[in-house]
């Protein structure tokens, strides 16, 4: 896989460990003849220590080799997120401190999920781009204001604090992107 085509939530291989790229930057050069660098941020799945990656525009890492099954939540408890693996209802166990980001958007209705197994043993998630999250908790909406582009914070049902219109109020549910944690619209 070329540098150009790593992006985030992308798995590769670097030093013989699986990476979690979490963010790519670009730097073009400023002189000419100069290799464009891409600088990837990530997190090594097995050591979960952070990892930082530069890449010349030619160069490419190879893809790790992961086995991806579809899972659901079953339920969390204060140290643990335990899934189900819908084909063949193996439960894996996660800590919540391993997939602080992704938990924040997993419900039990949540489909699409996938768990990346590494040797027996599911070291990360990957979720759809958008989610959909009830709003639990926020001011009243104000009739009227759709025009505008203001803003109000909103709870969801996982306890994610979410920018949301003025116009929406608690009960509806919303789209949010699971890459920036952003509002993306109503569901």
């Known amino acids: 896989m070329q540098a150009k085509e790593i992006k985030p939530g992308s798995v590769v291989n670097h030093n013989n460990s699986p ?31 952070k990892a930082d990656v530069t890449l010349k525009g030619g160069e490419s890492l190879d893809e790790a080799d992961f086995e991806k099954k579809a899972v659901k939540l079953m339920y969390c408890d204060p140290t643990d997120m335990h899934l189900l693996d819908q084909t063949d209802f193996h439960q894996y166990s996660v800590p919540l401190e391993d997939i602080k980001h992704e938990a924040a958007f997993v419900t039990e209705e949540l489909e699409g999920t996938l768990a990346l197994i590494y040797n027996g043993e599911c070291v990360g998630l990957r979720l759809p781009t958008a989610v959909e999250l009830l709003v639990t908790e926020c001011d009243p909406g104000i009739r009227g204001n759709s025009a505008t582009a203001r803003t109000k914070p909103a709870k969801t049902e996982t306890g994610l604090l979410v920018n949301v219109p003025e116009y929406l109020s608690q009960g509806e549910k919303i789209k949010v992107d699971t890459r920036t944690g952003e509002f993306i619209s109503r569901a």
């Not at 464009?36 to 799945?45: A, C, E, M, Q």
């Open 19 to 49: 990476i979690l790229i979490q963010s790519v930057s670009v730097q073009t050069p400023s002189a000419r003849g100069a290799a464009t660098l891409y600088k990837f941020r990530g997190r090594n799945l097995v050591t979960k220590q």
